[in-house]
């Protein structure tokens, strides 16, 4: 690729986010936790419907009516000048917008948006926690859900009762339309020429399609969002409310949900697909840009609360590794001659290593941390780039549990202390922050903040640095399949696509039968299929519905990715943290603090129906059909600097829980226990005579 302008849709991947309300704010667009040139807010927080990046405070996260609102999702469009092949970062990219004139001469007067969204989890294959991506591995696949519903995993039986396909849409900026993907909405897309084509014929699926009555008991499953656009044309993508609905069994009574993850008989409206643009300008000409991935799914309970390792960490390390990301990074050695990790690569302390540190005191804002566990984090985050690694609490990495080697079933004195991926008992940093790491304890990095990044590559990069990361049992927003590289366009660096960009199965609309569905089952990790993702792709491996998931997962003891068995240095009954940062365990409520003296900490989820008899069940909703109920009157945690209040300021270092409506000021709740706490033994071992 030589002397050629190309276009290119950021975030390449962004998050939409369930809310109940009609009202939305806008999905955050820096980095969780990470210090913000100008001001004492840190970064992650989403930002205030209308505005640039003004962040939002405590009283824009619910509306008027007390509902929570949905954060959409926004996508820009960037254009770059390629001459030859493309490197990372590249530092470079104009974004365009409607009016944009580029130097060829040519203005932007339209921008036609389109994408489709499915969900195809009550279709797919269940979610092995103890086994993660290793259950495909030898060409093999796990049960498929639902298997009471007769058929292949591709047999139209199947998909037109399991998967849920709204189909495409595709609006004009310039007409400020809005579409939504539900069932009384035609389906539309577009064609050569940013020509929009109506499809009437497309096969369209709701659960209410093929069930007479469903159990709705936060209301129906009857949209999977909508789009529309700003006022510089840019694309907002909204997620739905978040409803799951569950069917009813021969006798008339709801199907039970049986467990976390696998629920048969159940659907949610968490979805994902494409997002592909098509720019229009004065002199009639049309081009098409590289298109992005939307998912639609759980809220951000934490956003400011980065993850030690976020869906941007293992990312970023797939594409060091396996796609020549940065050669100067990772590549051939010269003197092995084998690919490895160049010693010779000076990581920077701003943009590389200080994430790690600051994510890692951060942690004590979502989880009941003792003491030591505080001092310690606190040491960790006040390292500077002037500092000697070696006089810090840090040198020799002497407490960071090293993933090359099998270090992953020892806990204290190792970080981090919260469990792992599937099989493993604790978290692990990947290879290449693990690298980055070493280099800065052996004083080979760069000082300095000022990022390498264009604004499109950070964009990308802040998108998922605000997801969770290492454990993807299945996960939050998205799974271990994120991590795949047969899903992603490995061409990047001669496309002109760039990196990070999820590869679309080519999708033409032709041959629309309304009884037959148009979307297969779709890609299959392991299995050698790079022909790209179909909408609902992503999500698929989430488990269903998302609510049961995100309830059970506070606090575990290591066995549960283990098959049963303790195989961590500690003891098998000790509990530990599962998602911390996106699943807030212990909190600080801001009503409760004053003159910034915090109070005791609060389970996140308390009140009623939460009161449990064994400490592993803490911070949870005894019965998992209240998680499908009240999962939105959870509350929020925000930096002082944004909590709203006409008593008192808060101090910045402070990271408060606001909105929650479990629970009222003085209410009797849980106490939170001080760390290490235990469940209670199995009845089984209580009653072993020995």
């Known amino acids: 690729m030589t ?106 007067t339209d921008l036609i948006w389109s994408s489709h969204l499915a969900n195809k989890k009550a279709a797919a294959y269940n979610v092995v926690n103890n086994k993660g991506i290793e259950a495909y591995a030898n060409n093999q696949v796990p049960q498929m859900r639902n298997p009471e519903v007769h058929g292949t995993i591709d047999s139209d039986y199947r998909l037109n009762r399991l998967m849920i396909d709204a189909g495409p849409r595709a609006i004009c900026a310039s007409q400020s339309e809005t579409a939504k993907f539900d069932r009384c909405s035609e389906a539309k897309c577009v064609k050569a020429g940013g020509k929009i084509v109506p ?20 209301g129906p499953l009857n949209t999977l969002g909508e789009i529309r656009t700003d006022d510089e044309g840019r694309l907002l993508v909204l997620a739905s409310p978040g409803n799951a609905v569950g069917q009813y069994d021969e006798y008339g009574v709801p199907i039970q949900m049986t467990g976390d993850l696998n629920n048969v008989g159940w659907f949610d409206s968490a979805a994902d697909g494409p997002v592909n643009v098509t720019l229009v300008f004065d002199d009639g000409s049309t081009e098409d840009a590289f298109g992005a991935w939307v998912v639609c799914g759980d809220p951000a309970y934490a956003p400011q609360i980065r993850n030690v390792v976020s869906v941007w960490d293992d990312v970023y390390n797939m594409f060091v590794r396996d796609l020549d990301l940065q050669p100067e990074l990772y590549g051939i050695t010269p003197k092995e001659d084998k690919r490895d990790y160049k010693s010779s690569y000076l990581p920077n302390f701003t943009q590389d290593i200080q994430p790690i540190f600051i994510a890692c005191n951060l942690q004590r804002w979502t989880a009941n941390l003792p003491p030591l566990a505080l001092r310690a984090h606190t040491a960790v985050e006040s390292i500077t780039e002037d500092d000697d690694p070696n006089a810090t609490i840090m040198a020799a990495l002497n407490f960071i549990r090293n993933p090359n080697k099998n270090e992953t079933n020892l806990g204290t004195p190792l970080m981090p202390l919260s469990l792992g991926a599937a099989g493993t008992s604790f978290l692990t940093v990947t290879k290449t922050q693990y690298f980055l790491l070493e280099q800065w304890s052996k004083n080979k990095f760069e000082k300095g903040g000022q990022t390498k990044l264009g604004p499109g590559e950070i964009l990308d990069m802040a998108s998922m640095a605000n997801c969770l990361g290492g454990r993807y049992v299945p996960g939050i927003e998205v799974s271990y399949t994120i991590m795949e590289k047969d899903i ?12 990070f960009r999820i590869k679309q199965y080519p999708l033409s609309y032709e041959n629309l039968n309304r009884e037959t569905p148009y979307l297969s089952s779709g890609w299959i990790p392991l299995h050698d299929m790079t022909d790209g993702l179909q909408p609902g792709d992503v999500s698929k491996f989430m488990a269903i519905p998302w609510q049961t998931d995100y309830n059970s997962c506070s606090i575990h003891a290591t066995a549960i990715n283990t098959d049963g068995v303790n ?43 939460t009161y449990a008899v064994n400490p592993a069940s803490a911070a949870t909703f005894q019965d998992p059909l209240q998680s499908v109920q009240d999962w939105d009157k959870i509350g929020i945690i925000v930096q002082g600097t944004n909590v709203d209040s006409e008593t008192q300021e808060y101090s910045p270092e402070l990271y408060l829980e606001v909105q929650s409506q479990l629970t009222n000021p003085g209410d009797s709740t849980d106490p939170v226990p001080a760390w290490p706490f235990n469940a209670n033994p199995s009845k089984k071992k209580r009653d072993c005579p020995h």
């Open 3 to 108: 002397n050629k302008t190309v276009f290119r849709v950021h975030p390449s991947v962004n998050f939409a986010r369930f809310g109940t309300s009609e009202d939305y704010i806008l999905s955050p667009e820096t980095s969780a936790g990470l210090p913000q040139e100008g001001t004492a807010v840190t970064g992650g927080l989403p930002i205030k419907k209308g505005t640039e990046n003004t962040p939002v405070t405590s009283n824009d996260l619910r509306d008027h009516e007390g509902n929570l609102k949905k954060q959409a999702a926004r996508f820009r469009i960037y254009a770059y000048d390629i001459d030859g092949e493309d490197s990372y970062p590249c530092g470079a990219g104009t974004e365009i917008v409607i009016g944009t004139t580029l130097a060829d001469g040519r203005t932007v």
């Open 199 to 218: 499809l009437p014929d497309y096969p369209i699926r709701f659960p209410e399609d093929t069930n007479d009555e469903l159990f709705e008991p936060s």
């Open 488 to 499: 992603y366009l490995q061409d990047w660096k001669t496309s002109g696509a760039g990196p």
């Open 567 to 609: 195989e961590s240095n500690g003891a098998e009954t000790t509990l530990y943290w599962s998602w911390p940062s996106q699943r807030p365990d212990a909190v600080y409520v801001a009503e409760e603090v004053f003159n910034n003296v915090l109070p005791q900490q609060q389970w996140s989820i308390r009140g009623k129906g």
